[in-house]
């Protein structure tokens, strides 16, 4: 049989997994990328300076740092299916919130409550499809789930820039809570129910220490971190920022631009993305990996040197092409774990990944503050960005691959000679 040792009835059930993931896992990023390009301008208008936008953009990860590896606790304990919905549930709630604050505080505080519904959704999803794809599948079917996402952030700006324009900086947060209440529905009735464990919900510190023994567990997830410091620092603080002050332009006009470029971005990422993923099945996950992150550091000063929209199109292009080519983030994570840990392992690879999620913003928004001269960003954020994730894909060198090794193990066996 083509599929091998998998059931027709088990593939069937793993693509209606993979889809519903990947269509929920769409909505949601539609919804947050619509939001991108309106808060930081939507942080200005409510007096906020610009470490306090920084603020603001890391006030959702800084929620999930603490509360992903509880999520990946209460996921096998409580079942992954019902820890999206409260997930989701939570972060309609909050965006409607925000459209209604009335100070910066109160948006902060919306974010802040919004990361706790991301912990528990994102957790629970990346497990879910962590713990239904076998190995030998994982980087191209997380691919389609990534693209997915991709597709999401492509859309969303666009949209979060019109609706910018035609109902002010509040709206995008209105039509945020209507995706998560869509997502939360499709999870509801198209997702089989996971059974959860009858144990006590705790952390298993066990299963953390065990996985932060492993070196290259360590290694990944710090290259993750690096990852996720570009587009939440640089991308989605730093350029909005950036538009603001050095192009002259109004608060609805950044809003508006900025979607563009995110868009721009995703596409690009979106075109790297599954070939990257197709190829790390093959060669392992560290070439494709290693080469993203080397890459995105020598393009991140170049965005500085944009002067107008086509410009910036066309570095912001080349830098989604770049930041596309690591692939599925995860599926080296998941590749180095243990299938009886995977929900905590989950949580831990969220943990590390949000703190470069967090630190990102607050350091290069930090940097962006430290530095205005005369009015204006200055090439300093974009310098640090580009340090920080050449220094983690350096440390990725050092990293064990395991899809890679079975790889050039089933390439030995089968060439002539070694068959016996």
């Given at each position: 049989m083509a599929d091998g040792p998998i059931r027709t009835d088990a593939m069937e059930s793993l693509h209606r997994t993979v889809a519903v993931l990947s269509g929920t896992v769409f909505l949601v990023m539609i919804g947050i990328s619509i939001i991108l390009p309106a808060l930081p301008q939507y942080g200005l208008e409510l007096g906020a300076t610009p470490f306090l936008v920084g603020l603001l953009v890391g006030a959702l990860p800084a929620a999930r740092l603490v509360l992903d590896l509880p999520s990946g606790a209460f996921g096998d304990r409580f079942g992954n299916r019902r820890v999206m919905q409260i997930g989701l549930i939570i972060i309609a709630t909050t965006s409607a919130l925000a459209v209604v604050a009335f100070n910066y505080w109160v948006l902060l505080g919306a974010r802040i409550a919004e990361g706790v519904g991301s912990a528990f959704y994102i957790t629970s999803s990346l497990a879910t499809l962590a713990r239904r794809v076998p190995r030998?599948?994982?980087?191209?079917?997380?691919?389609?789930?990534?693209?997915?996402?991709?597709?999401?952030?492509?859309?969303?700006?666009?949209?979060?820039g019109f609706v910018v324009v035609q109902f002010g900086l509040r709206a995008p947060f209105a039509v945020y809570a209507l995706m998560a209440l869509v997502g939360m529905l499709l999870i509801t009735f198209g997702l089989r129910p996971s059974r959860g464990k009858d144990e006590k919900t705790a952390?298993?510190?066990?299963?953390?220490?065990?996985?932060?023994?492993?070196?290259?567990?360590?290694?990944?997830?710090?290259?993750?971190?690096?990852?996720?410091?570009?587009?939440?620092?640089?991308?989605?603080?730093?350029?909005?920022?950036?538009?603001?002050?050095?192009?002259?332009?109004?608060?609805?006009?950044?809003?508006?631009?900025?979607?563009?470029?995110?868009?721009?971005?995703?596409?690009?990422?979106?075109?790297?993305?599954?070939?990257?993923?197709w190829l790390a099945d093959r060669i392992g996950r560290k070439t494709p990996f290693v080469?993203?992150?080397?890459?995105?550091?020598?393009?991140?000063?170049?965005?500085?040197?944009?002067?107008?929209?086509?410009?910036?199109?066309?570095?912001?292009?080349?830098?989604?092409?770049a930041l596309g080519l690591h692939g599925p983030l995860a599926a080296w994570a998941t590749d180095l774990t243990p299938p009886e840990i995977m929900g905590t392992s989950m949580g831990l690879y969220r943990t590390l990944g949000?703190?470069?999620?967090?630190?990102?913003?607050?350091?290069?928004?930090?940097?962006?503050?430290?530095?205005?001269?005369?009015?204006?960003?200055?090439?300093?954020?974009?310098?640090?960005?580009?340090?920080?994730?050449?220094a983690s894909g350096a440390l990725l060198l050092f990293?064990?691959?395991?899809?890679?090794?079975?790889?050039?193990k089933t390439s030995a066996v089968g060439q002539p000679g070694n068959s016996g």
């Open positions: 030998e599948r994982r980087g191209r079917y997380m691919s389609l789930y990534v693209n997915a996402l991709l597709i999401g952030q492509i859309i969303g700006p666009v949209i979060g952390v298993d510190f066990a299963a953390v220490r065990r996985l932060l023994r492993d070196p290259s567990y360590v290694l990944v997830s710090l290259g993750v971190m690096g990852t996720f410091f570009v587009p939440s620092g640089l991308i989605t603080t730093v350029i909005p920022l950036f538009i603001f002050y050095n192009w002259a332009v109004d608060q609805t006009t950044a809003a508006a631009l900025t979607g563009v470029l995110i868009s721009i971005n995703a596409v690009a990422s979106l075109i790297t993305m599954y070939p990257s993923g080469a993203s992150l080397l890459l995105a550091g020598l393009i991140s000063p170049f965005l500085y040197f944009t002067q107008d929209l086509p410009t910036a199109i066309l570095v912001m292009f080349a830098y989604g092409l949000d703190l470069g999620f967090l630190l990102g913003p607050l350091v290069l928004a930090a940097m962006v503050q430290l530095t205005l001269a005369g009015g204006q960003v200055t090439i300093t954020p974009f310098l640090v960005a580009s340090i920080w994730v050449v990293a064990r691959d395991p899809a890679g090794e079975a790889r050039r």
